[in-house]
């Protein structure tokens, strides 16, 4: 009988993290699961426990889960649920989970820079990664990329265009550019004035996706392209003026190459999340697992291509200078962006203040080349202390 996979999932509560289940619930037989971490839900975190039987839970939320003791956010807390799992918290427990080598493959579906730290340890511990959270790579890519290579970690993208890529490259000496696509957003045929005044509500309207809201606000901006961008260049080596973009609102071709005599190869599908998902979990193999229909080009009838509007989303070519300098340039701009998009959700600020802001926090910062680790999560601190610091004097004022 084929071997089970073993998989933990971080963020298994979130929108990429509760569609891998579902992918997973279809493939029962291919995969087992030993560690499940959540955020702040842990009602839905114990409710997926009860379904899918892991060996450990892992959750950040300072109320105790039944059964448990009241426990402290920071401390590894590892408890005998009596429901046949122990029960880990915080970051410990996710490095906890990180480094354990019963894992083939540890699915990185958080958000934001909690991501980091756990997936440089199950790359440390050997352990494969399919990864979705982006802060990863855009915050410390060199550092991640060259201990994929030191440990021989395969990093499976679950990005949808990453993902695109990874399944077109045969050969990536004979490739001369990626060619990232982009659905626009809702706003992508709105004017600037429109853009100005959005509420949060419209931002959160996406036409295609159904996803978190911070990424989900980034796509309103286009800022989510910048960052896949940053991730590209990591993942693949590309050139930043190797990597191009194109607006396609239908979401059908997630991303393309082009070989080096002229030949595009893009890969193509419905715009649904479990299909780069299901793809990354069981990389090499392909199963029909959670595929509903047939894809059919008559269907789709058309295919629309456009060039960005760079001025309307200043965004993309902001991301493209912060990937030209290196170094904390990124991890300034993602952690700049975020401040400002929870600011945008807290309703603290308007849209087009996050393109504002993060810039100019971003233009003050001073590069460091070649940063540690720790260098980077200093920058990252600092710049949200400054982000949010410059919001509240704006808001005074
Ligand atoms: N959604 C998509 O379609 C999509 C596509 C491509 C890439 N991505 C990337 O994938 C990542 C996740 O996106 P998402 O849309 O799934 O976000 P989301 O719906 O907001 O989910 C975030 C997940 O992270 C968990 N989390 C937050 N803080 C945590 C902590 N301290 N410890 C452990 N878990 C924690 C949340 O737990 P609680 O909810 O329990 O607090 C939740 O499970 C992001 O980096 C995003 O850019 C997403």
């Known amino acids: 009988m084929e071997k089970k996979r073993k998989i933990s999932i971080i963020g298994s509560t979130g929108s990429i993290g509760t569609q891998a289940l579902e992918v997973i619930e279809k493939l029962q037989d291919k995969f087992e699961i030993i560690a499940l971490a959540g955020g702040k839900n842990v009602e839905l975190l114990k409710q997926q426990a009860e379904k899918f039987k892991p060996k450990f839970i892992c959750h950040n939320s300072p109320l105790p889960l039944e059964g448990e003791g009241r426990i402290s ?11 046949g799992y122990k029960i880990l918290t915080g970051t410990e427990g996710l490095e906890e989970i990180c480094s354990n080598k019963e894992n083939d493959i540890i699915l990185v579906a958080c958000s934001g820079k909690i991501g980091l730290k756990p997936t440089l340890k199950a790359i440390e511990n050997g352990i494969d990664i399919a990864l979705a959270n982006k ?13 994929a290579k030191k440990h021989g970690v395969k990093i499976i ?26 659905s626009g957003g809702p706003f992508l045929h709105k004017s600037i004035e429109e853009m100005k005044n959005a509420t949060v509500k419209e931002a959160l309207a996406h036409p295609r996706w159904n996803m978190g809201k911070k ?10 392209k910048g960052l896949e961008i940053i991730e590209a260049h ?22 393309a190459i082009e070989y080096k005599d002229g030949s595009v190869i893009a890969q193509l599908g419905l715009p649904s999340m479990h299909i780069p998902i299901q793809y990354a979990i069981t990389y090499p193999e392909r199963y029909e697992g959670i595929k509903s229909k047939s894809f059919s080009f008559a269907e789709i009838a058309r295919l629309d291509f ?18 030209k300098l290196g170094g904390t340039a990124t991890a300034c ?21 996050i393109y504002e ?22 920058v990252d601190s600092k710049i949200r202390e400054k982000t949010k610091n410059y919001i509240e004097k704006l808001n005074q004022a």
Not at 136 to 147: F, N, P
Not at 236 to 249: A, L, M, N, Q, S
């Open 357 to 378: 802001i993060t810039k100019k926090i971003f233009d003050e910062h001073e590069v460091i080349k070649n940063p540690t680790i720790d260098e980077i999560f200093d």
């Open 234 to 255: 990591h993942l693949f080596g590309f050139d930043y003026d190797d990597i191009e973009v194109v607006v396609h609102p239908q979401s059908i071709v997630h991303s």
């Open 333 to 353: 701009l993602n952690a700049a962006n975020e401040e400002a998009v929870f600011a945008f959700l807290d309703g603290k600020i308007k849209l087009y203040q």
């Open 215 to 224: 990424i989900t606000v980034d796509s309103a901006t286009l800022m989510n």
């Open 135 to 147: 802060e990863t790579l855009v915050m410390a890519g060199d550092i991640v990329m060259e201990a």
């Open 157 to 182: 993208p679950v990005d949808s265009e990453h993902c695109a890529i990874h399944q077109c490259i045969k050969d990536i000496n004979q490739v001369d550019k990626l060619i990232i696509t982009a």
């Open 306 to 323: 456009e060039a960005p509007d760079f001025e309307k989303f200043p965004t993309v070519k902001l991301a493209y200078k912060a990937g």
């Open 73 to 83: 956010t920071r401390g590894t807390s590892v408890r005998n649920s009596g429901e």
